[in-house]
């Protein structure tokens, strides 16, 4: 088999980077084990199909990169509308390094697996529904704390949680398709407005 102690990590990372360079219909198991340098018989040791291979990968996108990003920029100890303005000035800066790596804007991988299958691949699917409200959960609770503090006008923070993050994956999905990541250069200024976000000076009185 060889490398049997991390075919399977990286069975996960080539199904990742090739699902999101590409799409998850166009790249196949014998382009994963090739990327991932695993002989094909040993990803059904590993795996029964590659729903089944995307499922885990995106669950180790999940673990090992969005949420130790988030808590850090989520965390508590940052001022509330800086988690919200600090994590999307971030987006457009990530586009902008994909762009000039890949030359192309690669989106949001979640979001882009799921828009692409739809209903096709269930498991898949509910996979991107649960970390997609993992996410929002961040957005959540930076908006609470906001309204708490008197920097946001009030309102249902779950509400306005999904409403941005609607927002954000409507901008990376755009900037995908245009392959620009300018649409993501002002999406703080968007979702401060959309928020109804108060000014320093307007939130002190």
Known sequence: MGRTSDANQRLMTAALDLMWEESYGAVTIDDICQRADVKKGSFYYFFKSKAEL???????????????????????????????????????????????????????????????????????????REI??????????????????????????????QTLGFLIEGAMSQARIMNNAEPLRNLRTSALEMLRAKTPAAAQH
Not at 140 to 155: K, N, Q, V
């Open 54 to 128: 995307a499922v885990a990968a995106l669950e180790k996108l999940w673990a090992d990169e969005w949420k130790p990003r988030l808590d850090e920029q989520f965390s508590p100890s940052v001022e509330p509308l800086d988690r919200i303005t600090g994590y999307l000035d971030g987006l457009y800066n990530r586009q902008a390094e994909h762009l000039k790596k890949y030359g192309k804007v690669l989106g949001c991988p979640v979001w882009s697996v799921g828009s692409e299958i739809s209903t096709q691949e269930i498991d898949v699917c509910a996979k991107v």
């Open 132 to 161: 997609l409200s993992r996410k929002w959960k961040y957005y959540e609770s930076a908006i609470r704390d906001a309204i708490a503090a008197g920097l946001m006008e009030a309102g249902d923070p779950a509400q306005k949680a």
